[in-house]
């Protein structure tokens, strides 16, 4: 069964950081993992991903401010944001890299003062 359930959202100030977790099903887990996020009115975004050996790449507008890890013996991966900024409002998914059909719930991260 395909599970991903994201938690750790929540209302920050600009400048604060959040640390979001993904629990994963064990079939999805053993694929590069990545995070992507919705803001109102886009398309959903990649944000960061990580092998499954720990290399990770990111996307340009989050680079230098969020860090990417797993833990592969829990099959969750976090997502670490530091330096938030208001566009970094959306809601957040973890899945596969590529991603697979199904989406967990997400988990809302909202930036403002």
């Known amino acids: 069964q395909v599970q991903l359930v994201e938690s750790g959202g929540g209302l920050v100030q600009p400048g604060g950081s959040l640390r979001l977790s993904c629990a994963a099903s064990?079939?999805?887990?053993?694929?590069?993992m990545g995070w992507y996020r919705q803001s109102p009115g886009k398309e959903r975004e990649f944000v960061a991903r990580?092998?499954?050996?720990?290399?990770?790449n990111y996307a340009d507008s989050v680079k230098g401010r969020f860090a990417i890890d797993r833990d592969n013996a829990k099959n969750t991966v976090y997502l670490q944001m530091n330096s938030l900024k208001p566009e970094d409002t959306a809601v957040y998914y973890c899945?596969?890299?590529?991603?697979?059909?199904?989406w967990g719930k997400g988990t809302l991260v909202t930036v403002s003062a």
């Open positions: 990580i092998s499954s050996g720990g290399y990770t």
């Open positions: 899945n596969a890299v590529p991603p697979m059909n199904s």
């Open positions: 064990r079939i999805i887990f053993i694929n590069a």
